[in-house]
């Protein structure tokens, strides 16, 4: 059986490593500096599997997943990238990748998916179906972070993207479950249709029917008129049903109605309506325990969970902590118009320790906070507004606070450098300056890290 892998990168040495790793592996290894390069030679090497880096001057590597799928789809192709926004991990299960790899790669991570890759291929070759499995908007890109548990949370927004079933979210207050609906609405092809949010608690429960579904005139005292219910106006949208675990037994059974016959009627109406609203839920509460107890239909929980995601708290993904206050505090920064943009190493380090038991929404507050009472360009600890346990955590350093804003400014560059592997045009992006000023500030405190790349 054939075994053949193209490496598409314009990283001379990851090419050659990747090329090295491979070929010892038993795997024929051709490899192309661009995307450009490999459209020229996939047809004469005839490869199985093209292995991509996404950030490459010319034709990115997505680009370049699209130009294979419409010509190769037999061909499967791994994303490979340093990037870690989610955008790109979901635009590239979307639009057809095998799979997506962080930079820096581990090399027995991409030999369990190049081998389930082929054996994926074997059992598609076998059914005779060579298709590959198809998988990845602006407004969901607070979603930050690059943890394992985040990035298989990103492919499967990619995969349910395409399609239509119901999902069922789940994590604590504060993870951002609403943000994962709207990823999954906004990357699918109904995102110019509404998306609709419904907290199911902040709705009296003699209203939720009528505002879910609508009544006609007279159905109850003060129904003055027709009035159409959010099912109905979300069209072949979405409807996000936040704190479903909060709702009674008997909508709950209106509910599964919906899901199953695609069907309801408005209150007070004799005929029923259609509805081609995806449905997608959250909740906070363990199912489990409220259908051992009753309170919750275990036929409903079934027909929302087609696809179930659960979010990982904040305490269990620290390592994205550092990401994601840069992007709350870029965030807060331009909410409020205040030129606040630094993190010092003693405010990451407090940030970290911190078990943050609401989340990134009580993180997002704290960095609000923090950057209202600056008093200059970077915030303190004691603007987070968390206690004492961020001043111990800084005490436990065992060396001063930066205090010059010189000093703060070298510090903040040379973390973010590391924290980009050296990448200077990404680092740029994330300081929220251009190329050339981060070329005059790495001059300006002699900053050249080893491993810096354009």
Known sequence: MSRRILVVD???????????????????????????????????FGPDVVITD????????????????????EVDVVVITGYEDMRSAIGAIRDGAYDYLVKPVDVDQLDMVLQRCFRDRSARRRLGDDTVAGGAADRTDILVGRSPRMIEIYKT??????????????????????????????????ADEPFIAINC??????????????????????????????????????????EIGDTSPAFQAKLLRVLQEREFYPVGSERPRRTEARVIAA?????????????????????????EIRLPPLRER??????????????????????????????????????????????????????????????????????????????????????????VERAHVERILKQTGGNKRRAASLLGISRPRLDRILAKHDLAPPGTTA
Do not use: C
């Not at 795997?27 to 192309?32: G, M, N, P, R």
């Not at 993207?161 to 699918?188: D, F």
């Not at 709705?203 to 005139?217: K, N, P, Q, T, Y």
């Open 201 to 242: 608690t902040a709705i009296a429960e003699s209203l939720l029917e009528s505002e879910l579904f609508g009544h006609v005139r007279g159905s109850f005292t003060g129904a003055v008129a027709d009035r159409r219910g959010r099912f109905e106006l979300a069209g072949s949208g979405t409807i996000f049903l936040d």
């Open 318 to 407: 620290r390592e994205d902590i550092p990401l994601l206050a840069e992007s709350l505090l870029a965030k807060a920064a331009r909410e409020i118009h205040k030129d606040v943009r630094v993190i010092p190493a003693a405010v990451v380090k407090a940030l970290q320790s911190y078990d943050w038991p609401g989340n990134v929404r009580e993180m997002e507050n704290a960095i609000m906070r923090a950057v209202v009472l600056a008093p200059g360009p970077a915030v303190s600890l004691e603007g987070l507004g968390l206690g004492t346990l961020q001043l111990q955590g800084a005490a436990s350093e065992g060396k001063p606070e930066e205090t010059t804003l010189d000093a």
């Open 283 to 307: 909740t906070h509460r363990p199912i489990e325990e409220l259908i051992a107890e009753g309170s919750f239909r275990e036929d409903l929980y079934f027909r929302l969970r087609v696809v």
């Open 10 to 44: 314009d990283d001379a040495s990851l090419r050659v490593a990747f090329e090295f790793h491979l070929t010892r592996s038993g795997y024929e290894v051709a490899a192309a500096s661009s995307a450009e390069e490999a459209l020229g030679v996939i047809h004469q």
């Open 157 to 190: 927004i990619g995969m349910l993207a395409g399609t239509r079933a119901p999902v069922l979210i789940r994590g604590e207050t504060g993870t951002g479950k609403e943000l994962i609906a709207r990823a999954i609405h906004y990357h699918s092809p109904q």
């Open 54 to 73: 996404i950030q490459m001057e010319g034709m990115s590597g997505l680009e370049l997943l699209n130009r294979v799928g419409e010509s190769l789809p």
